[in-house]
């Protein structure tokens, strides 16, 4: 049931520090602050040298961010695809690379036919998934489960940061395993995902600044996302969440793109949301962001207050995140991301839970 929200979308979102909190749980052993996988992995990291993430939807943007956690705790190779794409590509894989597949149903045809692919390549599959009775789940060598208990809201939004934690552990353990971290390394990343949970409570904060918001987006009819670095594929994600429950139109860009294109499309009635938390790219977003603002852009930044003081850049909108460790913000900025989709979304007055042409487990291709 709903509790006492509207919807189960503003329910989900506001699980979400208890739900990530849970998986989080399940992943590490928290009297000593160290990764500990639930299951033993049928193969070693050192031997493998990449590795396919493929899923559809919310999903692949979970993959998306993995990436740069794999390539930089581990220095693994990681090819994102979208299922459609990877199942008809006929993919090379090598026999004993690894295949991660992640899907909140478990059921979504496309990521479970590439599933099958990748198994008859010989490749070790791993499936990221929250119903451990799917099918993807059944089928998987390994089976990595998020504890974000039942999705019903047509719109990913706990799953995805569920899916989040699971993949920074697994990516923090191969790490270790390829003797990329040291045990002080490792140590420090556990100890920024213990604080995930109280960071997003802190994050849903932010909601009653965002509602307001809302309603200056809601009269938009094309919006903007970027972000560098882990925050580009939240950037996909805040418009791919906009897009389907709002039916406002909406881009996620990496920042640095925005001179090869869309730049051309920013003039005073396009709002541009920009995730920049204070990390190592901040410097790069900001001088993106004084171009948008040359264009009479308005911005909503989503950053933290080192960030906010840094930024010279003139926003419409600072949303002020808390500061955390610059490696696991994807799960904190989404908290934002989600509520403004939606609430723009409860301003458009559309069905949020069941948006239109739309269904929660595709499994049809
Ligand atoms: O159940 P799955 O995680 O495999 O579903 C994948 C996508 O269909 C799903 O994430 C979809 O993009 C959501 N509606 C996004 O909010």
Redesign the pocket.
């Known amino acids: 049931d709903k509790a006492n929200y509207r919807h189960f979308m503003a329910k989900e979102i506001h699980e979400q520090p208890e739900v990530v909190g849970h998986t989080l749980a399940r992943y590490v052993d928290m009297a000593t602050e160290r990764v500990a996988l639930p299951v033993k992995l049928p193969f070693d990291f050192n031997t493998i040298q990449r590795v396919n993430i493929t899923?559809?939807?919310?999903?692949?943007y979970a993959g998306f961010v993995a990436k740069y956690w794999f390539e930089r705790f581990a220095r693994l190779p990681v090819e994102v695809d979208v299922a459609s794409e990877f199942r008809y590509r006929e993919a090379p894989l090598r026999k004993g690379d690894l295949a991660i597949f992640?899907?909140?149903?478990?059921?979504?045809a496309d990521?479970l036919a590439a599933l099958r692919y990748a198994k008859a390549e010989g490749a070790h599959t791993v499936a990221v998934v929250?119903v451990p009775t799917s099918t993807?789940a059944r089928e998987s060598e390994t089976v990595l489960q998020t504890l974000a208990g039942p999705e019903i809201g047509?719109?990913?939004?706990k799953?995805?940061t569920c899916q989040l934690m699971v993949l920074a552990n697994l990516a923090i353990a191969a790490g270790k395993a390829r003797g990329e971290l040291s045990d002080e390394d490792e140590a420090k990343l556990v100890h920024g995902l213990v604080e995930v949970p109280r960071l997003m409570a802190d994050a849903l904060t932010t909601e009653l600044q965002i509602e307001k918001l809302a309603h200056r987006i809601a009269k938009s009819s094309d919006v903007l996302y970027l972000g560098r670095g882990t925050s580009f594929p939240l950037a996909l994600e805040g418009a791919?969440?906009l897009k389907?429950i709002s039916y406002i139109h909406a881009e996620g860009y990496a920042a640095g793109e925005l001179k090869h294109g869309p730049i051309a499309l920013i003039d005073e009635t396009m709002p541009v949301v920009v995730i920049a938390p204070h990390d190592r790219v901040f410097e790069k977003t900001v001088s993106n962001m004084q171009e948008v603002a040359a264009r009479g852009g308005n911005i909503i930044l989503m950053t933290d207050a080192k960030g906010a003081e840094e930024a010279t850049v003139e926003s419409l909108v600072t949303i002020v995140m808390p500061d955390m460790s610059a490696a696991f913000t994807p799960m904190v900025y989404a908290v934002p991301v989600q509520l403004l989709a939606y609430h723009t979304a409860v301003v458009m007055g559309t069905d949020v839970d069941q948006p239109r042409n739309?269904a929660?487990?595709?499994t049809v291709e």
């Open positions: 899923a559809c939807g919310t999903a692949s992640i899907s909140q149903s478990g059921e979504t990521t929250n993807i047509v719109a990913s939004t799953a995805f791919l969440k389907e739309l929660k487990s595709v």
